[in-house]
C-alpha cells in the first residue's frame, strides 16, 4: 500500500471518482466529491490531502484523509490539524489507517510542526484504538459545538 499527498497537478476528476466509488458505509459520513471542489481545497494555503492506494499503480482507492497546516497566533509554532480520516469499508482492519497516519505524521515532522492535532468521536471505537495505538503524547477530553448557517 501506498499513502501519496494530491497535489493540484494529480487527475483530480479521476481521485474524485475514486472516492465516490469506494465502498464507504455510515462510519464515513461520506459526501460527494467532484474535481474542481478538490482543486478549491487544493488553491488554498497549507491544506493537505492524502490518498492510500494499493500501490504505485493507483487502481484501488483504500483510504483518503485531509488535514491543513496551522500557525499558532503566539510564538509562531506551526501544527497539522487533521480533518478527516477515512478507511474504505473493505480495507479497514489492514493497516490503511496506520499508514495514513503515519504518513501524515511524518509530513508534519517534515514541515517542522510542533504538534498534529486530530478529534474524533468518543463512541468511535475504531478510530479510537489506532490513535491510541501510535501513542499520543496526550489525550484530552474536548467537547465539539457545530453552528449550522440557516438558509
Not at 485531509?66 to 503566539?74: A, D, H, L, N
Not at 517534515?110 to 463512541?123: F, I, M, P, R
Amino acid at each position: 500500500m501506498k499513502v501519496v499527498v494530491i497535489t493540484r497537478n494529480d487527475d483530480l476528476q479521476k481521485l474524485a471518482q475514486d472516492i465516490n466509488n469506494a465502498a464507504w458505509d455510515e462510519a464515513n459520513e461520506m459526501s460527494e466529491y467532484d474535481g474542481d471542489a478538490l482543486l478549491a481545497y487544493l488553491d488554498r494555503q497549507d491544506t493537505l490531502f492524502a490518498a492510500c492506494y494499493n500501490g504505485d499503480s493507483r487502481t484501488t482507492l483504500l483510504g483518503i484523509a485531509s488535514g491543513r497546516f496551522e500557525i499558532k497566533p503566539y510564538a509562531r509554532e506551526r501544527w497539522l490539524y487533521v480533518d478527516e480520516v477515512d478507511v474504505c469499508a473493505d480495507h479497514r482492519q489492514k493497516g490503511v489507517g496506520r499508514a495514513i497516519m503515519q504518513k501524515l505524521i511524518a509530513l508534519a515532522e517534515e514541515a517542522d510542526c510542533e504538534e498534529v492535532w486530530l478529534g474524533t468521536e468518543v463512541d468511535n471505537r475504531p478510530a479510537n484504538a489506532l490513535y491510541l495505538s501510535l501513542e499520543p503524547d496526550d489525550v484530552a477530553s474536548v467537547v465539539g459545538y457545530t453552528y449550522e448557517m440557516q438558509e
